[in-house]
């Protein structure tokens, strides 16, 4: 099917075969050398369509924007135009970065204005939640992990973008990477000057504001900051959270703000980090990208702080029951030579004190454990049990060597826990949070680690022989002398350095999908 682009034509749908349209006669051969497939979108100020540009060839496929003017007035073309300006000078100036569609081409044609631009095959995260479900919170750290440095990026060259939501970020299909599309409504001409001066706006910033639940209080009011991005972000990962738009959760009747917490179910950190993303005051929110990536690290770092407080606590405690094991074992042997020689001299042992434990025994010292050595170990059917009554967070938790072969463990968090020589073969550990843990030697073989988290954990000497690791995370993991043989890394995060301090051979799927040279 050829799509007719005149904006009048009544039946624009043509078949292959021509090349004008049979309903209103208008050439199909944009430009003289697209031709459009079919529409991806509509909106009030124009479409976007699929086309393939017949000039190149193989006749490579991009996509065509084509913006409508409501009416063909003078001022209302002119301003048109300068929006239509707008966008191709931004999308010139951002679109050597790899997560934003390049600009290939744009003109004028009939007072209709177009851009043509890289096409991005994948699926954008408003189709992900509503086929998959809402992400986890591991999956959402992820996600602003990836999305903020390019946000970092587009604000450094004064670039607003002003329509963040999930439908403009696009997950693409051969390298899962975060594309960000859809620039039509930015505001590219930020200084310090403008944002001093509110009432300096220029008419064109009273159209396409944005989307309404994604878009803050000034950014409504035609006075949109790069903070107007951050909190459009923050309102997309209640989305990926939830599942549910911000038009659909409601506000809060006293102070106007979002009022989403009852719908997410995540980490007091978490939802301290996106309570200042959405905070209805600029001055009360994070200022930059940076600010919100520093806040999340901050967590790790407080995390390090607590955990180096328990390790401390424990090594005294350790050092406490040393101590006293080193005593009772000096006074048994006191008791020992005690007892001997009361029988080398004839005398009753019945009554022999105990010195290790300060009570009389019928001769010696029974040597008791000391109440402050409990251990904090689980076993490996208390794991099971307690995870199938609801429990996910396994964090510190020493479940060093323990049998959990063919488990159903996924989402768990393991954060530094004590994993060692653990047996997890053909487990169930999609999702599963194994960020800074003790994995040396673990036994992972053929288990289901899909979208795992393994940041800065120790994974020396791990068999993931055969396991399924796509879109894994492996950002800062020693994984040296790892066995990844047969192993499934496709759109897993990993660097080249990692992959060649582990063991990988012919079956081993790569991040790119290919499998590795042995």
């Given at each position: 099917?050829?799509?007719?682009?005149?904006?009048?034509?009544?039946?624009?749908?043509?078949?292959?075969?021509?090349?004008?349209?049979?309903?209103c006669?208008?050439?199909?051969?944009?430009?003289?050398?697209?031709?459009?497939?079919?529409?991806?979108?509509?909106?009030?100020?124009g479409?976007?369509?699929?086309?393939?540009?017949?000039?190149?060839?193989?006749?490579?496929?991009?996509?065509?924007?084509?913006?409508?003017?409501?009416?063909?007035?003078?001022?209302?073309?002119k301003?048109?135009?300068?929006?239509?300006?707008?966008?191709?000078?931004?999308?010139?100036?951002?679109?050597?970065?790899?997560?934003?569609?390049?600009?290939?081409?744009?003109?004028?044609?009939?007072?209709?204005?177009?851009?043509?631009?890289?096409?991005?095959?994948?699926?954008?995260?408003?189709?992900?939640?509503?086929?998959?479900?809402?992400?986890?919170?591991?999956?959402?750290?992820?996600?602003?992990?990836?999305?903020?440095?390019?946000f970092?990026?587009?604000?450094?060259?004064?670039?607003?973008?002003r329509?963040?939501?999930?439908?403009?970020?696009?997950?693409?299909?051969?390298?899962?990477?975060?594309?960000?599309?859809?620039?039509g409504?930015?505001?590219?001409?930020?200084?310090?000057?403008m944002?001093?001066?509110?009432?300096?706006?220029?008419?064109?910033?009273?159209?396409?504001?944005?989307?309404?639940?994604?878009?803050?209080?000034?950014?409504?009011?035609?006075?949109?900051?790069?903070?107007?991005?951050?909190y459009?972000?923050g309102?997309?990962?209640?989305?990926?959270?939830?599942g549910?738009?911000?038009?659909?959760?409601?506000?809060?009747?006293?102070?106007?703000?979002?009022d989403?917490?009852?719908?997410?179910?995540?980490?007091?950190?978490?939802?301290?980090?996106?309570?200042?993303m959405?905070?209805?005051?600029?001055?009360?929110?994070?200022?930059?990208?940076?600010?919100?990536?520093?806040?999340?690290e901050?967590?790790?770092?407080?995390?390090?702080?607590?955990?180096?407080?328990?390790?401390?606590?424990?090594?005294?405690?350790?050092?406490?029951?040393?101590?006293?094991?080193?005593?009772?074992?000096?006074?048994?042997e006191?008791?020992?030579?005690?007892?001997?020689?009361?029988?080398?001299?004839?005398?009753p042992?019945?009554?022999?004190?105990?010195?290790?434990?300060?009570?009389?025994?019928?001769?010696?010292?029974?040597?008791?454990?000391?109440?402050?050595?409990?251990?904090?170990?689980?076993?490996?059917?208390?794991?099971?049990?307690?995870?199938?009554?609801?429990?996910?967070?396994?964090?510190?938790?020493?479940?060093?060597?323990?049998?959990?072969?063919?488990?159903?463990?996924?989402?768990?968090?393991?954060?530094?826990?004590?994993?060692?020589q653990?047996?997890?073969?053909?487990?169930?550990?999609t999702?599963?949070?194994?960020?800074?843990?003790?994995?040396?030697?673990?036994?992972?073989?053929?288990?289901?680690?899909?979208?795992a988290?393994?940041?800065?954990?120790?994974?020396?000497?791990?068999?993931?022989?055969?396991?399924?690791?796509?879109?894994?995370?492996?950002?800062?993991?020693?994984?040296?002398?790892?066995?990844?043989?047969?192993?499934?890394?496709?759109?897993?995060k990993?660097?080249?350095?990692?992959?060649?301090?582990?063991?990988?051979?012919?079956?081993?799927?790569?991040?790119?999908?290919?499998?590795?040279?042995?």
């Amino acid at each position: 099917m050829i799509y007719c682009l005149n904006p009048s034509c009544p039946q624009p749908k043509n078949p292959n075969n021509v090349r004008t349209c049979q309903t209103c006669g208008s050439d199909l051969k944009l430009n003289g050398r697209y031709i459009v497939g079919k529409t991806l979108g509509q909106g009030g100020f124009g479409a976007t369509f699929l086309a393939v540009d017949t000039s190149l060839p193989g006749n490579p496929v991009c996509v065509i924007k084509q913006l409508r003017p409501a009416n063909t007035s003078n001022s209302f073309l002119k301003m048109a135009r300068d929006l239509f300006d707008r966008e191709a000078e931004t999308l010139g100036k951002l679109g050597n970065h790899p997560q934003i569609p390049r600009l290939l081409d744009y003109f004028e044609e009939k007072q209709q204005f177009f851009l043509v631009q890289d096409f991005v095959k994948g699926s954008n995260l408003q189709k992900e939640v509503k086929e998959n479900g809402p992400f986890s919170e591991a999956a959402v750290r992820q996600f602003l992990t990836e999305i903020l440095p390019l946000f970092e990026y587009i604000h450094s060259e004064k670039v607003i973008h002003r329509d963040i939501k999930p439908a403009n970020i696009i997950r693409r299909g051969m390298d899962k990477k975060l594309v960000l599309i859809d620039f039509g409504a930015v505001k590219n001409r930020v200084n310090e000057e403008m944002a001093a001066d509110l009432s300096g706006e220029d008419p064109l910033t009273a159209f396409a504001v944005g989307t309404p639940g994604y878009s803050p209080p000034e950014q409504m009011a035609m006075r949109p900051t790069y903070a107007s991005d951050i909190y459009s972000l923050g309102a997309s990962c209640i989305y990926l959270l939830s599942g549910k738009s911000p038009k659909d959760i409601g506000y809060n009747s006293r102070t106007g703000a979002l009022d989403w917490e009852p719908y997410v179910n995540t980490s007091s950190h978490l939802k301290q980090v996106l309570g200042k993303m959405l905070e209805m005051a600029v001055r009360d929110r994070y200022q930059s990208a940076q600010a919100v990536l520093d806040a999340l690290e901050m967590e790790a770092y407080e995390e390090s702080l607590s955990q180096g407080l328990v390790k401390r606590t424990i090594l005294a405690k350790q050092k406490q029951t040393e101590n006293q094991s080193q005593r009772s074992s000096w006074n048994f042997e006191l008791a020992e030579s005690i007892r001997k020689r009361r029988i080398r001299m004839g005398l009753p042992t019945s009554q022999t004190r105990d010195l290790s434990q300060g009570r009389t025994t019928g001769g010696m010292s029974t040597g008791g454990r000391s109440k402050g050595s409990a251990s904090r170990k689980l076993t490996a059917k208390q794991v099971v049990t307690q995870y199938k009554k609801g429990r996910r967070d396994f964090s510190q938790v020493d479940l060093y060597r323990l049998q959990l072969e063919e488990a159903s463990l996924s989402k768990s968090i393991f954060r530094d826990a004590n994993l060692m020589q653990t047996n997890f073969s053909k487990a169930d550990l999609t999702e599963a949070d194994f960020a800074k843990g003790i994995l040396r030697r673990v036994i992972l073989r053929e288990a289901r680690l899909s979208k795992a988290f393994f940041s800065e954990a120790d994974l020396n000497k791990a068999d993931l022989r055969k396991a399924d690791l796509t879109l894994a995370n492996f950002q800062g993991a020693n994984l040296t002398e790892a066995d990844l043989s047969g192993a499934n890394l496709t759109n897993a995060k990993i660097s080249e350095q990692q992959l060649k301090q582990a063991k990988t051979n012919w079956a081993t799927i790569l991040p790119n999908g290919k499998r590795a040279l042995w």
